[in-house]
């Protein structure tokens, strides 16, 4: 059964796609925290960044240069934006499929504590 990124790259699943290629996707989340938040995919389906392996290394570079160049685009290049790969359980990976997120558009917080 594929998970629900695997869906949105095959088209199975709507999505508001802002970038394709070959290697990877980059949609809006549906539940931003953030003026502006996408999803960086890969086409491929690898759960975590812990799962990465050597030959991976062209697919996470693309996945931070596609986030780079949709900041420029978006306009929140120049006053800054967040990158974040959150991985696994406890660095709260909900979805298990690598995804990288782009925030910005405002003022982010650095607030970042366990949860009990």
């Known amino acids: 059964m594929a998970c629900i990124f695997c ?11 802002l970038y394709e290629d070959e290697l990877v996707v980059a949609f809006k989340d549906a539940k931003p925290i953030a003026p502006v938040h996408i999803l960086v995919i ?4 690898i759960e975590s960044v812990a799962d990465l392996k050597d030959n991976h290394e062209v697919l996470a570079g693309r996945m931070i240069m596609v986030a780079r ?3 420029e685009e978006l306009g929140i290049s120049e006053n800054g934006y967040k990158l974040l790969f959150r991985v696994r359980k406890y660095g709260g990976q909900e979805v298990p499929h690598i995804h990288l997120h782009l925030l ?3 003022r ?9």
């Open 7 to 17: 869906k949105i790259a095959s088209k199975e699943i709507p999505a508001d796609i």
């Open 42 to 45: 890969p086409k491929e389906h």
């Open 69 to 71: 160049r949709l900041a």
């Open 104 to 106: 910005g558009g405002a």
């Open 108 to 116: 982010l917080s650095e607030n970042i504590k366990p949860v009990e």
